[in-house]
């Protein structure tokens, strides 16, 4: 029986390296690995070892005799990526000619690096860099919770994807890791200061701010983006008290890309079945008392064009009533008679089949209906005190539509934002670099211990698992300039960077203080069949992790040895 890879998939590509007869692809050795929304399995090479469910980090694979109904449509999905074969031809080869993307090799060491950042990117490179002897990672992040958007931005109801978490607390337990969270660089910490204590500075700090629809009206409250939204579900403490109002029957989401269907499908799940998942209280107080019956996502382009990814189209029609208009319907009639792509038209195909919104009244359903709209390029906002709902240009004419809607969400991307003492480029959001290599913003030149990984070296493109080969680039390049003695060996020692650090910031969480919080979430969890209940409060989180047992005297003496070697 072939296996299947179903929705979760992460892109983390570690079944392709489990695989010993080579029959998951793209590879990331392959063009299409920078763009494909998930992985493939070819169902005539695979020989059922099952070496890639054990290696896959989110439980994405399984044989397709135990598929559930909602994951049948993935058997199709997977054999369609590979094309057909006549009888008898023999399928690919069933060994592996080379090595997928060689690890570096220190030629020599200790060598010592800083992460900032602990989200994919961060950890991934952590964990690359842990592979080899004699290395020291120090991470560091702003808020006292490690793992940036696995936690704060996935969906509460996704939660097979956050289970990549497991192999980043592995990590965690690594000899030669440390981490500094509750500390953010730039306020309690320079980048020099950090050069002056490492060898080299990693920055993977993502995209952590939302593009900006510049519109009238869009500083109205009522208004807000989706990501922000995500993380108000998720309990960020930034986001904690962000006003969200589902009083008004309506929301619309202005874009259509895969953090637009999470809101939408959330918004329209039931609230007793999202009390199971890791959602904050708060959230989930205002999701009882909501009064939406519609989610309305607009997009300025046509079906073909849409944003979102196939597996997250098929979730959402599985967990959802979704619907289109007439006019819509027949937008998806004219692009399937015009599309060959086969990931488009399986996205077409599955529109096709939705409902006409005009069969499904709106107030119909148990839950709130989810509609996608077609050419819509916002106008304006409308609203005095507070949004009341938005107009419409039916994109390419000067015909307007309106929608009534008591919130308003835009969904149309992350943003890089600068780090202090690097350069960047404000048209792509991103550091200057070369393979994850800093570059001088006018000269070009490489900036010596500067480098960058994930969506601030490349932008906001690709999935969790994509950072995997990002980051593994990154290394390399900061592997072989250190071979070629490219990397001043650093004055300070670890001992001083934690006095320093425990001067300027008192309420500093390392390792243990987060597994203290860590366990004390799952454990409150736990008491309610919930995977964990979040601290979403700063303070809660380091009086827990403040908490936390001290180091045995062995255990000090044992962390001093790795220091001096």
């Not at 800083?114 to 992040?141: C, H, K, N, W």
């Not at 500094?180 to 700090?205: R, S």
């Not at 001088?440 to 906001?460: C, E, L, S």
Request: aromatic content about 6%; charged content about 25%; some cysteine.
């Amino acid at each position: 029986m072939p296996h299947v890879i179903g929705q979760s998939c992460c892109n983390d590509s570690s079944c392709v390296f489990a695989c010993p007869v080579n029959c998951i692809h793209p590879s990331p050795d392959e063009p299409e690995f920078a763009t494909t929304e998930m992985l493939y399995i070819d169902p005539e090479a695979c020989v059922d070892c099952g070496a890639c469910v054990r290696a896959c980090p989110v439980d994405a694979i399984a044989p397709d005799s135990q598929l559930t109904e909602d994951q049948l449509p993935f058997i199709a999905i997977n054999a369609s990526f590979y094309p057909e074969r006549p009888p008898g031809t023999k399928v690919p080869p069933t060994s592996k000619l080379a090595p997928i993307l060689p690890a570096p090799e220190l030629r020599r060491g200790p060598l010592s690096v800083a992460i900032v950042g602990s989200g994919p990117a961060a950890m991934y490179a952590a964990d690359e860099l842990l592979t080899q002897p004699r290395v020291r990672v120090s991470m560091f992040e702003k808020l006292p919770t490690p793992y940036g958007l696995v936690r704060a931005g996935v969906a509460p109801d996704h939660q097979s994807t956050k289970r990549v978490t497991k192999l980043f607390d592995q990590i965690c337990d690594r000899d030669g890791f440390s981490c500094y969270l509750n500390v953010e660089v730039g306020k309690h910490i320079g980048h020099h200061e950090l050069l002056a204590h490492h060898h080299a500075v990693i920055y993977a700090v993502g995209a952590p701010t939302d593009r900006r629809l510049d519109i009238e009206g869009m500083d109205l409250p009522g208004t807000g983006t989706a990501t922000e939204l995500v993380a108000w579900i998720n309990g960020h403490p930034d986001f904690t008290d962000l006003p969200v109002d589902l009083s008004h029957e309506r929301v619309v989401i202005v874009g259509n890309g895969n953090v637009a269907l999470d809101v939408a499908r959330v918004l329209a799940a039931d609230p007793e079945k999202l009390a199971r998942t890791d959602i904050s209280d708060h959230a989930l107080a205002t999701l009882r008392t909501s009064g939406v019956r519609e989610i309305v996502i607009a997009a300025r382009r046509g079906p073909a064009q849409s944003a979102f990814t196939l597996p997250e189209l098929i979730g959402l029609t599985a967990a959802a009533d979704v619907v289109l208009d007439a006019e819509d319907h027949e937008l998806v009639r004219r692009d399937l008679a015009e599309v060959t792509d086969r990931l488009i038209r399986n996205k077409l195909e599955i529109l096709a089949n939705l409902p006409d919104a005009a069969d499904v009244p709106l107030g119909s359903t148990a839950r709130p209906r989810i509609r996608f709209v077609y050419q819509r390029t916002p106008l304006r906002v409308s609203g005095e005190e507070r949004a009341t709902g938005i107009e419409f240009t039916v994109t390419g004419t000067e015909q307007t539509v309106d929608y009534d809607a008591g919130l308003i969400l835009t969904s149309i991307g992350y943003r890089g934002l600068p780090i202090r003492d690097l350069p960047f480029d404000e048209a792509s959001a991103t550091v200057p670099n070369e393979g994850g290599r800093v570059l001088h913003a006018v000269t070009g030149a490489r900036i010596p211990g500067a480098y960058v990984a994930g969506w601030i070296k490349r932008g906001p493109t690709g999935f969790i698992g994509t950072n995997k080969s990002c980051s593994m680039q990154t290394v390399q390049q900061l592997v072989d300039d250190f071979n070629a003695e490219l990397l001043p060996d650093p004055v300070g020692k670890q001992a001083a960077l934690d006095r320093l650090l425990k001067i300027r910031q008192p309420d500093l969480i390392d390792v243990a203080g987060w597994q203290a919080i860590d366990a004390e979430e799952i454990a409150r969890g736990k008491a309610e069949d919930r995977p964990r209940h979040k601290f979403t409060s700063i303070e809660q989180m380091v009086t827990v992790a403040a908490a936390a047992p001290k180091p045995t005297l062995r255990e000090r003496i044992s962390a001093k040895f790795h220091e001096l070697v």
